[in-house]
C-alpha cells in the first residue's frame, strides 16, 4: 500500500512535469510563430520600399539618359576646313576592296578623301 502512493506522486509529478514541458513547447512555438507573422511583415514592408527604390531609381535613369541623349546628338559644329597637303593621302594603288579610295576602317566624318570629306 504504501509503494503505490508512492508511484502515485511519482507518476502525478512525472505528468505535471510534461504538462509544463508542453505548456513551455506550446507558448514558445505560439512566440515563434508570432515572430515569424512580424518578421515576414517586415520582410514585405522591406520589399515594398526596395520596390519603390527601384521604381523611382528607373525613371531618374531614363531622365538623365534622355537629357544625355539630347546634348549628345545635337548637331556637331563643321570640322576644320579641308586643306589638300601634298604629303598626306597618297594613293598609289587603289584599296583592294570598294571603290578603291577609302581604307578598310574608313570613317566619312573623320577622314578625308584626297578630294576632301564626304559629308
Known amino acids: 500500500f504504501h509503494v503505490n502512493e508512492s508511484n502515485n ?3 502525478n509529478k512525472m505528468a505535471t512535469n510534461a504538462m509544463r514541458m508542453l505548456g513551455r513547447r506550446f507558448l ?4 515563434a510563430s508570432q515572430s515569424a507573422v512580424v518578421k515576414a511583415a517586415e520582410e514585405a514592408k ?4 526596395w520596390k519603390s527604390y527601384k521604381i523611382y ?3 531618374a535613369v531614363l531622365a538623365c539618359g534622355g537629357v544625355a541623349f539630347k546634348a549628345f546628338s545635337a548637331d556637331e559644329p563643321a570640322g576644320p576646313p ?6 598626306l593621302r597618297i594613293r598609289r594603288k587603289p584599296f583592294p576592296f570598294g571603290d578603291g579610295e577609302r581604307s578598310l576602317f574608313h570613317n566619312d566624318h573623320v577622314n578625308a578623301l584626297p578630294t576632301g570629306y564626304n559629308h
Do not use: C, I, L, R
Open 28 to 31: 514558445s512555438n505560439e512566440a
Open 46 to 49: 522591406a520589399t515594398g520600399v
Open 57 to 59: 531609381s528607373a525613371f
Open 82 to 87: 579641308f586643306v589638300a597637303y601634298e604629303h
Open 9 to 11: 506522486h511519482n507518476n
